[in-house]
């Protein structure tokens, strides 16, 4: 469900979504490696959600539907821990 919500968040193109992590909230940033782009381009999509412990997070799939783009590679960072909360980044090549 947390992850259906990310998603959503990030893909309307809006700036870092927040609740404070220290109250049982997450925050979710999204970014990108390029502000324009033509077809067939490909993109780094970078998405990097900080949560409390007591969460997880589950990633999308590759096959999972992003509008007009696809997923052509991706990598998942390990999990780090910083000031209490995860640090969970997802990294996206898409076109």
């Known amino acids: 469900m947390v992850m259906l919500l990310v998603w ?3 893909r309307a193109g809006q700036g870092p ?4 992590p220290d109250q ?3 925050e979710v940033r999204a970014a990108v490696d390029r502000n324009t782009i ?3 381009d490909r993109i780094t999509y970078t998405l990097t959600i900080v949560h ?3 969460l997880q997070v ?3 799939g590759p096959g999972a539907n992003l509008g007009q783009f696809e997923i052509k590679d991706y990598h998942i960072d390990e999990p780090r821990h910083e000031n209490g909360q995860v640090v969970e980044q997802f990294r996206y090549v898409i076109s």
Do not use: F, M, N
């Open 8 to 10: 959503a968040g990030a």
């Open 17 to 20: 979504h927040t609740a404070p």
């Open 24 to 26: 049982g909230g997450i």
């Open 38 to 40: 033509t077809i067939g």
């Open 52 to 54: 409390p412990e007591s």
């Open 58 to 60: 589950q990633q999308p």
